[in-house]
């Protein structure tokens, strides 16, 4: 029963409860910024930039520098304008 809150935390290069505050701290951040961009949906001179600034860097954070175990699956490097649409 230990292996299925482990194996993923493990293959990332962090402990059980390591990969539960960062992936908190990254699903808040998402919440928020989903927020901002229901607001920007409404007032769409509010939060310009909010949801693409924070998807930039919350894929900096997540993908371009973990440590990766072979148990997670190939990273896919996509390029930085497909995320200029997000929240636009």
């Known amino acids: ?7 993923h935390p493990r293959g990332v290069g962090e402990s ?8 908190f701290s990254f699903g808040l951040r998402m919440c928020i910024a989903g927020l901002a961009c229901m607001v ?6 509010l939060f310009t930039a909010t ?3 924070t998807i930039k860097k919350l894929h ?6 973990r440590v990766r ?7 896919q490097q996509d390029s930085p304008t497909h995320l200029k649409s997000a929240c636009q």
């Open 1 to 7: 029963m230990k292996q299925l809150f482990t194996a």
């Open 16 to 23: 059980y409860w390591q990969h539960m505050a960062s992936a």
């Open 40 to 45: 920007h949906a409404l007032l769409p001179f």
């Open 51 to 53: 949801g693409r600034n």
């Open 60 to 65: 900096d954070q997540m993908i371009t520098h």
């Open 69 to 75: 175990g072979e148990t997670d699956a190939p990273v």
